[in-house]
């Protein structure tokens, strides 16, 4: 029988989305709630992550910009970010090439992070409701805006 080689065993990639799911409801207060419509991660209320492409993709607020910067030097495969996320601190993580390991890193050290926030402040139920089609596209005729 061949001599299997000593060292350490290679790192593998890709974590499944239930399992990135399972990780993020264990941290402590965290929920599954609403941020911009869309199906997310809440953290005392606050943003902390959500799925995006086909949930291919973990959006994740970070504490810096300058802490994505470093997560795409280290493993440009998995980390990366798109122009809208430009000017946020938020790296976008592709779940099948980030190494196991390395996710449950830095979504527990994004969660630090969110934690030291204060809590989101509440909206009024006002601001929730969306308005009525039709009522946001009429607009009224004054004589002002005739002339």
């Given amino acids: 029988m061949p001599d299997r080689p000593r060292g350490r065993k290679a790192e593998s990639r890709g974590v499944e989305v239930l399992e990135a799911r399972r ?4 941290l402590p207060n965290v929920s599954e709630g609403r941020s911009y419509g869309m199906p997310s991660f809440l953290l005392n209320g606050r943003f902390l992550a959500r799925f995006r492409d086909d949930d291919a993709v973990l ?3 970070l ?3 300058s802490e994505r910067d470093v997560l795409m030097q280290l493993d440009p495969g998995a980390f990366f970010f798109t122009e809208h ?3 946020y601190p938020a790296v976008l993580i592709r ?3 980030v190494p196991g390991p ?3 890193d830095v979504v527990t050290e994004a969660w630090r992070h969110v934690t030291a926030m204060p ?3 509440r909206r009024p139920k006002s601001v929730l409701r969306r308005k009525s089609p039709t009522r946001s596209r009429a607009r009224r005729r004054t004589p002002e ?3």
Avoid: S
């Avoid at 990780?23 to 264990?26: A, E, H, K, T």
């Fill in 63 to 65: 504490g810096t910009i």
């Fill in 59 to 61: 959006v994740l607020q």
């Fill in 119 to 121: 809590p989101a402040r």
């Fill in 95 to 97: 779940l099948a090439e």
């Fill in 145 to 147: 805006r005739e002339a």
């Fill in 102 to 104: 390395l996710f449950a």
């Fill in 85 to 87: 996320y430009r000017n």
């Fill in 23 to 26: 990780l993020l409801l264990r």
